[in-house]
């Protein structure tokens, strides 16, 4: 949007779609940019990169940088990541011409983490540990490293030396595992990289110690199981999708409630091509993208 707090100078360029290409980024300056949802309300867009990053003016002092600042932050990113780049639009384009990469500048969670407190103890984990990274949004910790096996809430163990992510809420959402566990019902192997999902506590990543099945799929213990996004695996036996047959002991993926890849136990023709047993392939929207030959 053309907000009439902008500054003259960014009020002529969008006027005159103009854009401004510097050495390593771009603004290309859009009229009808969204409003993040990380990011204040006084928070205006006014150009893209071209590569997913959008600029954004500080009409309202909302961060405190001062009125007319300007920030950036990528569309697929959160708060945390927003970056300050200039105190005025003036600025930029100066900062622009003179080569800025705006991934270098540090984000708004490095800032936050530049001495982050070491032996303290957090809430849902017991025992002492070094936090690594601090969420900006709320002061509390993003990463930290347990110093002995640490009984975290939920009821797993976290592994000495490893490190525990933590959601901007306070809830553990990765973890390595010093013991096996069950979680949510799921058993999880000693050592599991285990992800789970902060609201339900549904594991999204992890290594069952027994036979498991998801989506339909029949999944072997001790191979990692992901169920987000899709479902990935190896099969505990031979197993048809979709028509294609697939091979036990063989890794599988389905996307979107698809089949993604997997290998053939027997000649078959996967989305028009026939194949011979044995064979690898990934499908992409529904064709043969790539294929891997049978082993010797």
Same mark, same amino acid.
């Given at each position: ?12 360029? &969008? ?23 990380? &990011?204040? #309300? ?43 780049? #200039? ?11 003179? @080569? ?9 969670? $490095? ?28 002061? @509390? ?16 163990? $976290? ?10 809420? %306070? ?6 595992? $010093? ?9 999880? !192997?000693?050592?599991?990289?285990? !992800? ?20 339909? &799929? ?11 996004? @899709?479902?990935?695996?190896?099969? !505990? ?9 697939? #091979?036990? @002991? ?20 996967? !989305?028009?091509?026939? &194949? ?8 992409? $929207? %529904? ?10």
């Amino acid at each position: 949007m053309i907000d009439p707090r902008f500054p003259a100078r960014l009020l002529e360029d &969008l006027s005159q779609q103009r854009g401004i290409v510097g050495p390593h980024t771009r603004l290309d300056l859009d009229r009808g940019g969204d409003e993040s949802e990380e &990011l204040p #309300a006084g928070l205006v867009p006014f150009a893209r990169d071209g590569g997913g990053g959008v600029w954004y003016l500080d009409v309202e002092d909302a961060l405190k940088q001062g009125v007319g600042a300007v920030f950036y932050l990528h569309m697929g990113e959160t708060y945390g990541d927003t970056r300050y780049i #200039a105190a005025s639009y003036e600025e930029l384009l100066h900062r622009v011409a003179e @080569g800025l990469r705006p991934g270098d500048l540090p984000s708004f969670d $490095a800032l936050a983490s530049r001495q982050p407190p070491k032996n303290v103890r957090v809430p849902g984990i017991e025992g002492p540990v070094d936090i690594e990274r601090v969420h900006a949004s709320t002061g @509390g910790p993003a990463v930290v490293t347990v110093h002995d096996d640490a009984r975290c809430e939920g009821g797993f163990v $976290a592994r000495a030396g490893t490190s525990v992510f933590m959601t901007e809420a %306070g809830r553990i959402q990765y973890v390595t595992l $010093a013991e096996r566990a069950v979680v949510d019902g799921i058993p999880c !192997a000693e050592g599991t990289a285990l !992800a789970i999902h902060p609201e339900t506590g549904r594991p999204l990543k992890f290594t069952p110690t027994e036979p498991i099945v998801v989506d339909g &799929l029949p999944l072997a213990p001790f191979h990692e199981v992901s169920v987000s996004p @899709g479902v990935s695996g190896v099969l !505990a036996r031979d197993h048809d999708v979709d028509g294609v047959p697939l #091979a036990g @002991g063989t890794r599988v993926v389905l996307l979107m409630e698809k089949l993604h890849s997997g290998t053939l136990r027997a000649d078959a023709n996967v !989305a028009g091509t026939t &194949l011979p047993a044995g064979t690898g392939f990934e499908l992409v $929207a %529904g064709r043969l993208f790539r294929t891997r030959p049978p082993a010797a």
